[in-house]
């Protein structure tokens, strides 16, 4: 999402610096500086890097945003691995005890593209990829996860 905002924003400073300057200008003024200083400031941030100094006061990105250094990031986040955990615990509560794990491997990868195109959605990233990405790792993870439970059966036998 951060790289889809900066992307926009360099397309705009590309078709009009200088109203993107202006803007700027006004950014600054409005916490305070005046006129004279907030333009000195737009300038001489927009002359040494002007993707950063967008990124910083309009996008309010410093360039490491993460889970970690963003609350709403970490909240999406949090948010989309509940919506996916919701599909496969019903699953599993509501199947009977033999067919569990060929109904719960399939509900974990519905599961998983639904998260993939929910944030997609959220993101405006590709949803194929998201979803393929979540499909794969997921699967590779499960069929991991199996193997593993399936040996240490035997060697417990």
């Known amino acids: 999402m951060d790289r889809r905002l900066l992307e926009a924003e360099r397309t705009s400073i590309e078709a009009d610096p200088q109203a993107e300057l202006e803007e700027l200008v006004r950014i600054y003024e409005t916490k305070g500086l005046s006129a004279d200083l907030a333009r000195q400031v737009a300038e001489a941030l927009t002359q040494h890097d002007p993707m950063a100094a967008h990124a910083d006061a309009e996008l309010h990105l410093d ?7 963003s609350p709403h990031a970490a909240v999406t986040a949090g948010r989309c691995y509940a919506l996916g955990a919701v599909v496969p615990l019903a699953v599993v509560s509501a199947s009977p005890v033999g067919p569990r794990i060929e109904l719960t491997f399939v509900a974990v990868l519905r599961a998983l ?3 993939g195109w929910f944030t997609s959605w959220l993101t405006g990233l590709s949803p194929l990829r998201l979803v393929r990405r979540n499909l794969v790792l997921g699967a590779a993870t499960l069929a991991a996860g199996l193997l593993i439970g399936l040996v ?3 060697k417990s036998r």
């Open 63 to 69: 360039g490491a945003a993460s889970p970690l250094t």
């Open 113 to 115: 593209a639904l998260t």
């Open 152 to 154: 240490s059966g035997v």
